[in-house]
């Protein structure tokens, strides 16, 4: 009797060492800019000690970390390998629906009727509830509808193509218009969040131009910085998520990359619609992440404090910072994309 072929075991080393190395640079990192942060004054104290994790809950947050890459990379490579081999499947990857779309439209249109009705039934804390819920479903409503709408422009730019870059850039994002998502998906978080903060920094400049008292001057100064934190976290995780994310793609596409180069494909031309592939969904999504918290936080704040000259201001800053980060994640991984076209 046959022996029936196992597939070969997976040996993920170099991904948990990987994992172990980037987590201990980031507890390093971390405690080297704890005493910075430690000044930031909140509650009219500086926050000290407080921004440290108490030791085991760091570890086990590293440990976890460590723990998810491996079991990721695990998951990741029993997909592909089915034969000692090391034969390959090449799926199409699913192609998001349109039912995508009615689900967010019928979310925001609820999280809309809520806006009117919440604060009607209770006071300071329903607000901050309502406000919450609405962040909540607005981050829901984009990951929903995001690809799909993501699909829909690349189909109109496909057929307005006259390029070999703009063929290429939206062949990209129509092979693969979750994995486009996800290239875009932090800017897309922090433009809904710059509308919040725009609001929010026109509501401070509403309170602070009467007569506020001591403590809500106190509060303003807390929730400005606050908005600060806010605004400078997402957009450090927007500049190492695509970076990471441009990449990883370059060094999963190098066979591809090799193989354009072998058929006479000018690098350039690679490189062109590699950056058009990002940069065009990314206006797409962050205007449309704008619209989309205005909709949700105008029945709470009305249309004055969302077109008020600090809120827009606020808004475009964050939108120019964020689009020109993702820009400059193009630029330097560039260099990778050269190594592949190499050989």
Known sequence: MRRAIQPAPVRTPIATRIAAAGVLGGVVLALGLAPLVGLIPFRGQSLGAAVLLPPWLMAAIAAGTVLLATVSAVI?????????????????????????ALIAVVLVAAGFVAGFVVPGIGGAIAMITALV?????????LNLIGPWVLKIGARMQLRRAKTPERLLAARIVLDDAKGAWRQVSGVAMASFMAVF????????????????????????????TGLII????????????????????ILDQRDLHRSLHYLGVPAGTV??????AVMSPLLITALGSALCAAVLIFPLLGIALITAPLSIATIAAVLAVGIALVWIATRLTRPLLMRAFAG
């Open 230 to 249: 806010t605004l400078v976290a997402s957009f450090l995780m927007v500049g190492c998520s695509v970076a990471v994310t441009q990449a990883s793609d």
């Open 76 to 100: 990741g490579l029993r997909r592909v390998v089915i034969s000692p081999l090391g034969v390959r499947t090449r799926t199409t990857p699913p192609t998001p629906h349109w039912l995508r």
């Open 271 to 276: 490189d062109s619609a590699r950056r058009r």
């Open 197 to 224: 903060a725009g609001t929010g920094v026109a509501l401070m400049d509403v309170m602070s131009a009467g007569d506020p008292s001591a403590q809500d001057l106190a509060l303003l100064t807390d929730m400005r």
């Open 133 to 141: 819920a609405i962040f909540g479903v607005g981050l829901l409503v």
